[in-house]
T-cell receptor, first 111, second 116 residues
Framework: EDQVTQSPEALRLQEGESSSLNCSYTVSGLRGLFWYRQDPGKGPEFLFTLYSAGEEKEKERLKATLTKKESFLHITAPKPEDSATYLCAVQAGGGSYIPTFGRGTSLIVHP | DAGVIQSPRHEVTEMGQEVTLRCKPISGHDYLFWYRQTMMRGLELLIYFNNNVPIDDSGMPEDRFSAKMPNASFSTLKIQPSEPRDSAVYFC??????????????FGEGSWLTVV
């Protein structure tokens, strides 16, 4: 069974304090790994797709990286507006291509 | 593009009543998904359609839940009768060729359901 585990569940940072969120997965044949941002009262908003180990994507203060077993979402010098829940989803090959979502990491950035 | 549009945004209903949630996917998308999100279980896939045809409803919790997609621009999720444990946020999402090269799923703003 495909598994997606995100850690930590919650993270509190001071403004400017860089950190990383983790998404570890066990799937048979990765087709794609997705990162989403979810603000309170909103639907998940797409951030990145990663397809293969070694790939990196960047957007403003966010950088997503991928290895064969996990993905990291690095947040450099975060600002309060980066506060949100970050969701990871994994799409496996081999038949069922339905993405499996992790439980998310709730990030709060204090000014 | 207007994105995925859901209605109502908020619904409070009494136990036993019928609830109908509505969704308009992004034009041109051929996959439509219904998800439920709770604190306890996170984001769960309930059912998905491809070209208006239900493909997998194994996530639908009980026979009280049903979903339809009469055309490419409209879908409904119905709960009858509703129970307090159905209280959750229900998301509709759509995608173009969802299972091709990791294509992105786009979510609506959600319908917040409270059953009292």
């Amino acid at each position: 069974e495909d598994q997606v585990t995100q850690s930590p569940e919650a993270l509190r940072l001071q403004e400017g304090e860089s950190s990383s969120l983790n998404c570890s997965y066990t799937v048979s044949g990765l087709r794609g790994l997705f990162w989403y941002r979810q603000d309170p009262g909103k639907g998940p908003e797409f951030l990145f797709t990663l397809y293969s180990a070694g790939e990196e994507k960047e957007k403003e203060r966010l950088k997503a990286t991928l290895t064969k077993k996990e993905s990291f979402l690095h947040i450099t010098a975060p600002k309060p507006e980066d506060s949100a829940t970050y969701l990871c989803a994994v799409q496996a090959g081999g038949g069922s291509y339905i993405p499996t979502f992790g439980r998310g990491t709730s990030l709060i950035v204090h000014p | 593009d207007a994105g995925v549009i859901q209605s109502p945004r908020h619904e409070v209903t009494e136990m036993g009543q019928e609830v109908t949630l509505r969704c308009k996917p992004i034009s041109g998308h051929d996959y439509l998904f219904w998800y439920r999100q709770t604190m306890m279980r996170g984001l769960e896939l309930l059912i998905y359609f491809n070209n208006n045809v239900p493909i997998d409803d194994s996530g639908m919790p009980e026979d009280r839940f049903s979903a339809k997609m009469p055309n490419a621009s409209f879908s409904t999720l119905k709960i009858q009768p509703s129970e307090p444990r159905d209280s959750a946020v229900y998301f509709c999402a759509s995608s173009f060729r969802a299972f091709s090269s990791g294509n992105t799923i786009y979510f609506g703003e959600g319908s917040w359901l409270t059953v009292v």
